[in-house]
Every structure is written in structure tokens, then in C-alpha cells.
T-cell receptor, first 118, second 111 residues
Framework: DAGVTQSPTHLIKTRGQQVTLRCSPI?????VSWYQQVLGQGPQFIFQ???????GRGNFPDRFSARQFPNYSSELNVNALLLGDSALYLC?????????????????FGPGTRLTVL | AQSVTQPDIHITVSEGASLELRCNYS??????LFWYVQSPGQGLQLLLK??????LVQGIKGFEAEFKRSQSSFNLRKPSVHWSDAAEYFC?????????FGAGTRLAVHP
């Protein structure tokens, strides 16, 4: 089975531009999460989507938005890019969020999209 | 506040030597704990996870980790390191909808 796929692999933008990153989850997985990994740091949670609804949001400005499609793929959009948005953006999928309020199932990560803002 | 601390930023070991990577967490409830590995330019690969039960968990590639509630720790170990283990290792604690990661430990392996 194919793992989590992300596109594009690399992206170069200039300050003020907008960018859209794409993610396809593992077949059968209905939940997608997005993480930002700045060089030298651990990943930081941005969003979780399940059944096309936002189920969680990290401490990121409104310039960051996302959506999930009926086929459970997802897009992450970032507007008005800043130099500090340069990072590896990771997508993770899992079958379903924890039904008892805890995410007990494993998140599987894609290879990421490397965004460079000049 | 929920957090994960990996005290060692860089570790260098010789091939064949044993390895222990430290992880301490702060979490209000029973933690669900994970170790991921990231090779240069790659995404994250799950090594092992702890949800409940036996506090010593076995993972892939010969790794194991021990959950110690009294010390709020979840240290990763391997008895004999291979050159291919050189990578960055992340400890994470899981909540309802997100993982909280430590800053990572970069492992270098000398031949």
C-alpha cells in the first residue's frame, strides 16, 4: 500500500506570496494532520482534519488555513508568506481520531514539502 | 503545560556501541508516547510506541524504550548501533488530535 504522499517536494516562494501544499493520506485513513518543522526543531502541530472538519488547531496565525476533501486528501494554504515560514511541512494521516478523547492510533507521516521563502 | 524535553542535542557513538537517548515529558493525563526517526531530507518513521501495559516496548530496527512513570521518562535504547542508525530522533507525546514533539537528538555514528 502507498504511504502518505505530499506535493510538491520542494517549493521556493518570495515574501508576500501565497502557497498551497497537498497531501494524500494512506488509503482508508480519514484523518489528516499538518505539522511545521523549522530547521533544527521538532515538528509543531498546525491543524487536524477529520471527515472534512477542522478538529484541532495549533498556535499559528490566520494566514494558515487548510481543508479536507471528500476523498480525505488535504490542502494547506499559507498567505502573505514571511521568511519565518520557511520550513519542512509534514502531513500525517491516521485511521480515525481517538473516540474516547485520546488519539491512540498511530500517525503516519509523509516525506514533507520543503518550503523556502526568499 | 504539555511538553517533551530531549536533553541531548547531539550524541556521537562508535559503531557497535550501545545507545540511550533520553526523553522526559510533562503531560496531565496518562501519556501515549512515541519515538520517531528522521533521516536527512526525509519524513518521520515510527520506531515504537507506548500506550499501556508492559513498560518495556520493542520497536523496529532493534530499538526498545522503557516507560518510567515516576521519572516521567521514555528513554530509547539500542544494544549495538549500526552506521545506518545515524539520523535525528524525536520523542513525542500524543493527545487527542496532535503530537507534541521534543526538539530532537541528532545521532552520529563513528566507524
Amino acid at each position: 500500500d502507498a504511504g502518505v504522499t505530499q506535493s510538491p517536494t520542494h517549493l521556493i516562494k518570495t515574501r508576500g506570496q501565497q502557497v498551497t501544499l497537498r497531501c494524500s493520506p494512506i488509503s482508508g485513513h480519514k484523518s489528516v494532520s499538518w505539522y511545521q518543522q523549522v530547521l533544527g526543531q521538532g515538528p509543531q502541530f498546525i491543524f487536524q482534519y477529520y471527515e472534512k472538519e477542522e478538529r484541532g488547531r495549533g498556535n499559528f496565525p490566520d494566514r494558515f488555513s487548510a481543508r479536507q476533501f471528500p476523498n480525505y486528501s488535504s490542502e494547506l494554504n499559507v498567505n502573505a508568506l514571511l521568511l519565518g515560514d520557511s520550513a519542512l511541512y509534514l502531513c500525517a494521516s491516521r485511521s480515525v481520531p481517538g473516540l474516547a478523547g485520546r488519539g491512540t492510533d498511530t500517525q503516519y507521516f509523509g516525506p514533507g514539502t520543503r518550503l523556502t521563502v526568499l | 503545560a504539555q511538553s517533551v524535553t530531549q536533553p541531548d542535542i547531539h550524541i556521537t557513538v562508535s559503531e557497535g556501541a550501545s545507545l540511550e537517548l533520553r526523553c522526559n515529558y510533562s503531560y496531565g493525563a496518562t501519556p501515549y508516547l512515541f519515538w520517531y526517526v528522521q533521516s536527512p531530507g526525509q519524513g518521520l518513521q515510527l520506531l515504537l510506541k507506548y500506550f499501556s501495559g508492559d513498560t518495556l516496548v520493542q520497536g523496529i530496527k532493534g530499538f526498545e524504550a522503557e516507560f518510567k512513570r515516576s521519572q516521567s521518562s521514555f528513554n530509547l535504547r539500542k544494544p549495538s548501533v549500526h552506521w545506518s542508525d545515524a539520523a535525528e530522533y524525536f520523542c513525542a507525546v500524543g493527545g487527542y488530535n496532535k503530537l507534541i514533539f521534543g526538539a530532537g537528538t541528532r545521532l552520529a555514528v563513528h566507524p
